[in-house]
């Protein structure tokens, strides 16, 4: 089954301790760094909307983009609930569009990592530099291979809920970076019973140098990368790295 379908209805319980409120602030204080205080900002990848909320809040002008309709339906129930005013596309990161260019793009949730060859990081990057104001900033984060080999690996991993559960089936080639992951739901049903669904997901880890080489053949300027858990150097045990580059 397609990624991000039935795993949508619960992805919200299960990422209950993602620090989504850190993240934010990582984000903020990168932009504020580059003189954006405000105006229009893009979210690629932006599933269930728990960042463009965020972002909004602080005041920016909110555009998220996934290409997964059951998570941006989430969204729109947030957006709903909160009165903020987000505009949310459902579109692929390889292949988005916008009627305008925009101040920043930011990604988070490795959902760089979706994108599992050159080709597909090279279009979406070119697509970045392309609706990005003049001087605009590209802030992402991305899994390393490190994280996937060594922290992750071949595990199976398994959580359960009241209403909810999974078991994660996790599959990495080291020859080729890929990770795949098999994903079993069984959620409560309005009925009281739980119903099973599977999902299997596939990304790829990536070194620094790698996306360095990105950035560079898009045609956008590299400025810094930092590790995303320590806000400090890169170092070879990091595993989510933030990426910064402008226009």
Not at 150 to 167: H, K, P
Not at 174 to 190: H, K, V
Not at 210 to 236: N, P
Request: a negative charge.
């Amino acid at each position: 089954m397609e990624a991000y379908t039935d795993f949508a209805g619960v992805y919200d319980t299960f990422m209950d301790e993602t620090p989504y409120e850190q993240w934010c602030e990582n984000i903020v204080r990168e932009l504020s760094r580059n003189g954006i205080e405000d105006g229009l900002v893009c979210e690629l990848g932006c599933g269930t909307g728990s960042m463009t909320q965020l972002l909004a809040a602080r005041g920016y002008d909110m555009i998220g983009i996934d290409c997964a309709q059951e998570m941006l339906n989430a969204a729109y129930e947030k957006r709903e609930r909160s009165g903020l005013d987000i505009l949310y596309l459902n579109q692929d990161m390889k292949a988005f569009e916008l009627y305008g260019t925009v101040r920043a793009i930011v990604s988070v949730c490795d959902s760089i990592n979706y994108l599992t060859d050159g080709g597909e990081i090279d279009a979406c990057f070119r697509l970045v530099k392309n609706y990005l104001d003049p001087g605009g900033i590209f802030f992402f984060d991305f899994n390393t291979r490190y994280k996937y080999e060594t922290v992750i690996g071949d595990t199976v991993i398994a959580e359960n809920r009241e209403d909810c559960s999974f078991i994660w089936e996790n599959y990495y080639d080291s020859a080729t970076g890929m990770n795949e992951y098999d994903l079993t739901i069984f959620a409560r049903q309005e009925n009281g019973l739980f119903a099973r669904s599977q999902e299997t997901h596939v990304q790829r880890g990536y070194t620094l140098e790698e996306m360095k080489a990105f950035i560079a053949a898009a045609g956008l300027v590299f400025i810094r990368a930092y590790d995303a858990d320590t806000l400090g150097g890169v170092t070879a045990q990091s595993e989510r790295i933030y990426c910064v580059s402008r226009r």
